[in-house]
Structure formats: C-alpha cells, structure tokens
C-alpha cells in the first residue's frame, strides 16, 4: 500500500500521545502520594515526605475497609469462576436452543449501565425486604464477574481441540478423570486470568456496591467518600497509590496468562 | 465403580450434561438478574407516598408521569447529550491509535502498546478519576500547564460560559466531559483494534492495485470494515456514561445526571419507584442500540 513517511510519522505522534494522555493520571498519583499540601491540590508540589504513608497505615477505618474488599472479592471471583467455567463449557459443547442468548444474558450486566444493575438489585433487596449484608455484596458483584471468566474459558475452549477429550475418554478415563486431567490443565491459565481480572473487576467496583452495600464500607467506597467530600487529602493519595500497585499486578499476570498461552496455541496449529 | 457408571450414565445422555452445566449459572443469573431487573420494572409502577414516606405497592404510572416533568426531562436529555459527545470525542481520539497498532505496528510493539492500553483500562476507575480532580483542580496540574503557555485567558472564558462553565475545570461539565472521554477511552482503542486486525491486508492491497490512492483505499474499504468496531465501543462509551454517577458527582456542578438522579432519588429520599422510573431511560436506550449493533454485527467485534 502507498503511504508517505509524514502521514506515518504524524500518526505514529497521534498514536504515542493518546498513550501518554492514558497514562498520564497513573504519574500524577504517584507524584502526590508524597506531596507535603494538606488542604488543597497545589502543583507544583510544596515539598516532598514520606509521612503519609504510615498515617494511612495507622489507620483502622482503612484496614477494615481493604478488608471487606478483599473478603467481598474473594468470594465473588471464586463464584464467577465456576458459573463462568460451567456457562463456558455447556455453549462449547452444545449447540441448543437460544445459546445465543446465554451470551446476550451474561453479557447483560456489563454491557447496561452499571447503575442499572445496581438499583435493581436495590429494588429486589427492598421488595423482598432483605437485610445488607456481606452477601448482598457479593452476589451483586458475582452478577458482573461471571462474563470475564465466562469470555477467557470459552476462548480457551475454542482454541483447544476437542480430539483431546476424545482420545482421554476412548483410552478409558471417565468423565471426572477427563475433566482432571486434560480439560482443566487445558483451561487452566485462561481460567486464572479471568479469575484474576474478575478481582480486579470485583475490588475495584462502586457503582453496584452503594446500592447492596448498606452502610458497610469497602475501599472503594472509602475513596468515593473522599472524592466528593474531601476530608483526609493526603491519606487519599496514598490510598490511591496503594490501589493502583495492587491491581496492576494481578492485571499484568491475567494478560501475560492469556498472551503467551495465545501465542502457544497459534504455533501448535 | 460408582463414579465410572455415573460417567457412562452422563455420557449417553448429553442433555442432562447440559443440564448439569447450565443449571447453575442459568439460574443464578435468572433468578438474580432477571429477577432484579424485574423487581425493578415493578417498582417504577409503584408510588413513594409523599406523607407516610413508604412506598405504596399498587400499580400507578404516577412515577412516569413525574419523569416527564420539565427537570427530570432535562435531565435525561443533558445524559444523552454527554453520553453522545463522549462517544463521538472518544471514536476520534482513539482511532488513531488503533490504525497504528492494527496495521503499523510490529508485533513486538504491538503487544506493548496492548499492555498499554489494558493496564490503565483495569486500573482502578475510581482512582484515575481521584487522579483528573487532582489535574484540573484550580491549583492543579493543567492550570499550571496552562498558565505556563499564558492561556488563562481563552481557559477563563471558556469557564465563564453558561452551560458548560464553572467556577474551576474540576467543577464544571466541562471537566466532566474531559473526564468521561478519558476514562471510557480504551473499551473505544480495543474494539477498533480488533475490527481493523480482521480487515485483510489483500484488500488494501487490491484497492491500492486498481489505482486508489491511499486517501480512498481508507475511505471506501479501510473504514466502512472498522465501523463494526466502532460501534461496538460506542456501545461501552455511551452505555457507561449513562449510567455513571461518580464522574458528574466528584467534578459537576449541582445540574444533574441520569446516575446522580438515581443515586439521590434511592438514597435519601428513598424514593425507589422513582429512581427505578429514571433508570428505564438508558435501559431502553441501551435495549435499542444494542439490537441495532447486533445488525451491524458489532458483536463480533466485541
């Protein structure tokens, strides 16, 4: 195809900018979790401390807060990754009626505004005049966790060759051993990184959690607190950073997972 | 060996199997999705009594009625109007930047530009949005920026302007609009990727080879094969500001969005009914655009 070298090279500065402009509020956490300015914003930064960062661990209201986070998420991914794995499995194998619809209904949670989920489990909590809960939470979030698991397992599936379990079942394993020892290694990473990113998902998430979440507090919530009523600046900012080392790593191994395996598949074929 | 009938049993009956495997997630999400999502129909039928403050189950369309009042009017039209500059701003920036990883890049590059695009995409929402009310606070990083190339003048009166200004960048639509195409940017990079990836390069190729010059190779093949991938990422774009009321709460001003109304409505006043009644607005848009994408094959993109 023709192409001159400036058109390339403005869309190589295009390309390279928007980048930047994603990454660029990833800096400016960084940058203030060691601003030395209490009550307001100011850049550039006054001065430089570390201090911040053992007041935000003294801090109960946090800990409890990462707590609950961590506790909600746990669960959350561990029901995901079987309802995602099961969902997977029964589109793979079967063609039934309306599995185009599994997909739809799955889909559903994260394709409609976040609130939508939200406020209607709001309403189902009330009509059937259910307490909050710890698991009011959970089973909220499991609602929008289920699809990314759901996503990478099914894409694995596809991937993989159905002569596999073929071959397990005629050499005499039976269908538990199958699923032991060819299926589930097979599906294995995919699996991980989609239970990985729906930590992340599940950790993260605020919109859903003010609806279940009664007056219990996640971290989320905690930071949501503070962004419309700023009360303890600088402890936010080392929240923020706090969250953002967190998330990325398991972000990072989720993507690495599916990458190399990905690349794997491609040269097996 | 029990478990081995047991598997010879499943074997010969593929439809329990699938019984088996769909069971539990199909009803999870019938009976707690679905069930909620129909729990909250029924519920914008119903009517919060103005004196005893309890919701009052009988059906009535007062609710919808009340959603057809100026403000509320107002207010689902100023969501839509948002949600679709977010989504046009955000198809212009990102494409770009898709063309170069879908048909420039090596593939080495590619894979890094991929992480790029991913990390700040799975990075906590709420933390990049704490991040912008740091950057365009007064005292903030862009003021900065924008004091140090002597444009507080055109900045000012942009922010004297009724309608979209405000007393600072992080309180006004303004920055709500800058904040909500930033932060809803990559679900518009990677679908447009995906959809550029797919369109084969023997086409450009035959497009260049009976004379198009690369302005009407783009035109005529390149961009109509990526407009399933647009609208695919439109679909998160638009979806996603309709019903988000972190962004306008942290950095609008007191002019509401459809989110902000239902978060208010639900929460204080605990007026469920009509806070369900609002949020039928961006389900039915939603409904709409998604049949729509479906027949654009947007879809496949996904």
Redesign the interface.
């Known amino acids: 195809?023709?192409?001159?070298n400036g058109?390339?090279r403005t869309?190589?500065m295009?390309?390279l900018g928007?980048?930047l402009?994603?990454?660029?509020?990833?800096f400016?956490?960084i940058l203030?979790a060691f601003t030395t300015d209490e009550s307001?914003?100011?850049?550039?930064l006054p001065g430089f401390t570390t201090k911040w960062f053992s007041v935000a661990l003294q801090r109960q209201d946090l800990w409890q807060a990462l707590l609950l986070s961590v506790k909600v998420a746990s669960v959350a991914t561990l029901a995901a990754m079987?309802?995602?794995t099961?969902?997977a499995?029964?589109v793979y194998?079967?063609n039934?009626f309306g599995r185009d619809a599994?997909s739809f209904?799955?889909?559903?949670?994260i394709?409609?505004?976040?609130?939508?989920?939200g406020?209607?489990?709001?309403?189902?909590i009330?009509?059937l005049d259910i307490p909050f809960s710890f698991w009011t939470i959970v089973?909220g979030h499991?609602?929008f966790c289920?699809v990314t698991v759901?996503n990478n397992v099914l894409a694995r599936f596809r991937r993989s060759s159905n002569s596999l379990i073929e071959a397990s079942?005629d050499l005499g394993a039976?269908?538990?051993q199958t699923f032991r020892y060819v299926v589930l290694p097979n599906i294995g990473t995919a699996l991980l990184a989609g239970g990985m990113?729906a930590f992340?998902l599940s950790f993260?998430e605020?919109?859903v959690t003010?609806?279940t979440a009664g007056q219990q507090t996640t971290l989320?919530v905690w930071?949501?607190s503070?962004?419309?009523r700023p009360r303890d600046r600088p402890v936010?900012n080392v929240v923020?950073l706090f969250?953002?080392a967190i998330?990325?790593g398991p972000?990072?191994l989720a993507?690495k997972l599916t990458?190399d395996s990905a690349d794997a598949g491609e040269s097996k074929e | 060996m029990m478990l081995n009938r047991f598997s010879t049993y499943l074997y010969l009956r593929p439809k329990v199997v699938l019984a088996l495997l769909l069971g539990p997630p199909l009803l999870y999400m019938l009976v707690v999705y679905l069930g909620s999502l129909v729990a909250l129909l029924v519920n914008s039928f119903f009517e919060l009594d103005g004196y005893t403050g309890l919701i009052s189950r009988q059906f009535t369309l007062a609710t919808y009625a009340k959603l057809f009042q100026q403000a509320n009017l107002d207010i689902l039209t100023r969501t839509t109007f948002m949600a679709l500059m977010v989504t046009i701003t955000d198809a212009l920036i990102a494409f770009p930047l898709s063309y170069y990883m879908a048909k420039v890049a090596s593939k080495k590059t590619k894979t890094l530009l991929y992480l790029g695009v991913m990390l700040p995409l799975w990075s906590s929402y709420l933390v990049r949005v704490y991040a912008w009310k740091l950057i365009l606070a007064k005292e903030g990083v862009l003021s900065w920026f924008i004091n140090l190339l002597g444009l507080n003048g055109p900045l000012d009166w942009l922010l004297s302007q009724p309608g979209i200004g405000g007393s600072s960048l992080a309180l006004s639509p303004m920055g709500v609009y800058i904040v909500f195409c930033y932060i809803w940017l990559p679900y518009m990079i990677l679908p447009i990727q995906a959809a550029l990836e797919r369109v084969p390069k023997s086409f450009e190729e035959a497009s260049s080879d009976l004379g198009a010059k690369a302005g009407e190779t783009f035109r005529n093949i390149t961009f109509p094969l990526a407009m399933p991938g647009i609208i695919a990422g439109s679909i998160f774009t638009f979806s996603l500001t309709l019903g988000d009321f972190i962004v306008p709460l942290s950095l609008g001003n007191s002019k509401y969005f459809i989110g902000q109304a239902v978060y208010s409505h639900q929460g204080t006043s605990g007026n469920i009914p009509l806070a369900a009644a609002f949020t039928m607005g961006p389900v039915v848009i939603m409904i709409v655009y998604l049949l729509i994408a479906r027949k654009m094959g947007a879809f496949d993109a996904l």
């Open positions: 195809m023709r192409s001159n058109s390339n869309l190589k295009a390309a928007t980048l402009f994603l990454h660029l509020p990833m400016i956490i203030y307001t914003y100011s850049f550039p079987v309802l995602g099961l969902a499995a029964a194998r079967s039934f599994i209904l799955l889909v559903l949670p394709a409609l505004p976040g609130i939508v989920t406020i209607a489990l709001r309403s189902a009330g009509a089973i499991a609602t289920v759901y079942m039976n269908a538990f990113l992340a993260d605020v919109i003010t609806f989320p930071i949501f503070q962004l419309t936010t923020a969250v953002i998330t990325l972000i990072y993507q990458a």
